[in-house]
């Protein structure tokens, strides 16, 4: 499928996205500590309360460990060219990844599994680097286009009988 010739791009989030993905764990976090702190406090009034405390907790948690691997995949820069995709602007990091087609293994969540939404997230099996965007990303649907053109047709392949399959289903 390599043989499609394809000009520079860049594709990057929205601002209002970029301090979400950033940003919007610290926010909702800190909301839901105030919003425990009345639970503490009348914990030895009413026991009960403990399970609305423990709910918040686990929600805190799995929300900052979400969090924490979206940092670690997720680029707020991707640029595409004939060979490669080179992602950068990680969250406080400035490392940048270079994956090219050739040494990219699998595709999955998201569109490429035919799902409505989800993070879509490019491996390369060769390196062990992945990165993943969303579909909020400006040209999102173009840069997974882009990336289906040029990765091995055995992996077209898979991609399209997930998609395909899925539609059967419904």
């Known amino acids: 499928m390599n043989e499609n010739k394809i000009e520079s791009q860049t594709f990057t989030y929205p601002l209002l996205f970029r301090i979400i993905f950033r940003y919007g764990n610290i926010i909702i976090t800190f909301m839901l500590i105030v919003y425990s702190l009345p639970l503490v406090v009348y914990l030895d009034e009413k026991k009960i309360l403990i399970i609305p405390l423990i709910v918040t907790l686990l929600i805190i948690y799995f929300l900052n460990r979400h969090y924490l691997n979206l940092y670690k995949i997720l680029p707020y820069k991707v640029e595409v060219d004939n060979d490669k995709i080179t992602c950068s602007g990680f ?59 040029k990765v091995k047709r055995e992996l077209y392949d898979e991609v399209l009988e997930k998609l395909i399959a899925k539609g059967k289903k419904d």
């Open 91 to 149: 969250f406080l990091s400035k490392r940048e990844i270079i994956i090219y087609y050739q040494d990219i293994e699998s595709l999955s969540g998201g569109i490429f599994e035919n799902k409505i939404s989800g993070v879509m997230k490019v491996c390369d099996g060769n390196n062990g680097l992945c990165f993943g965007f969303y579909q909020r990303m400006i040209n999102s649907s173009k840069l997974a286009t882009i990336i289906l053109s």
